[in-house]
């Protein structure tokens, strides 16, 4: 007879947890694995970018925007995100000048900022891309003056500039949407 005929209902179910428990695969502290930096990927223009996990809060595809006269061409209006009015921009436009032009591929990147937060339109989003120690030493320096005070370093191959978004939303004239 089996060990576990003898037992309640509610000792078996406390025996089978026991099981699974002891077989589980490792808790979130035990996956991080040190040397590892995780980001979400994103395409701006023709430039492939990644920014830390923690700096995005939401990806949201494009919803319906009221436009906002007299602001920069950059400022594309505002959205209501789940009742909040946030300013959405086009980060390509911010960036380099160039309008971002809206498929079913667009996505609003949605960053905290000190009061609330901001959208960031960008061309895709590629999903999430994991940097290791291999990868930050053999990076290169950004050589593009228009990112350099948001971009550090490039990563991997494809080459992906790792994006700061605490500078982009500092930055006196991303701040600046006033034309």
Known sequence: MSQTASLTPFELLAHYERLSLAHASGTPEKLEAP??????????????????????????????LTPVPGTQAWLLGVANVRG???????????LFGDRTQSTERTRLLVVRQGGGSVALMVDEVFGQRTVDTEQRRNAEQEDD????????????????????????????DFRQAAA
Do not use: C, H, Y
Request: no cysteine.
């Open 145 to 172: 003056p228009r990112l350099t005070r948001f971009v550090e370093d490039r990563v991997g191959e494809p080459q992906l500039a790792m994006f700061n978004m605490g500078k982009l939303v500092r930055a006196p």
């Open 84 to 94: 909040n009015l946030v300013p959405v921009i086009d980060l390509a436009r911010f």
């Open 35 to 64: 040397g590892l930096w995780r980001g979400i990927g994103f395409r701006a223009g023709s430039r492939l970018f990644v920014s830390g996990i923690d700096e995005i809060s939401e990806l949201l595809a494009v919803p319906s």
